[in-house]
């Protein structure tokens, strides 16, 4: 009496290449669900950026004339942070770099650049700057503003 033998299972590297492959698409669908949450996190970080740097940039129209910043910045480029504002006595308040959005602060993330003045916007009594913002890990938000007579 001779028994059969069934053949229905499976060979170990059968079961080896269905855990790979098992693991492959679990891991895809991990790492692209990890992609798509910092995307969302750092959209809402950049709409929250933009509000701080339309305050920062309104701040400094509002608050400076053309002939403060042209005298105070003397023909140069200007660049000023929440570090060395204080110590530039710039004609705006250092109060830029404490706005607050969602409860976080911006003052070490914004750097304001006051551009060397052109011919042109000498002539048109025009100060150009631009504030830069960190607002996710290595992006970064730069809006231009004008101050003008």
Known sequence: ?????????????EAIASI???????????????????QTIATNERILAVEVGSRIRDDIVNNTTYTELENWMNDQEVIV????????ATPF????FTYISNGKTYDTNVVITFLVPSTESTLYQVVHFE?????????????????YE
């Open 1 to 13: 009496m001779k028994r059969q033998l069934s053949h229905r299972g499976f060979t170990v590297l």
């Open 20 to 38: 790979f492959i098992i693991t492959l698409a679990l891991t895809t669908g991990i790492m692209i669900t990890i992609n798509v949450r910092n």
């Open 81 to 88: 942070n929440s570090i060395n504002c204080s110590s530039l």
């Open 93 to 96: 308040s250092c109060d830029v």
């Open 131 to 147: 504030i830069t913002i960190e607002y996710y890990s290595n992006r970064y938000l730069t809006m231009d503003g004008i101050v």
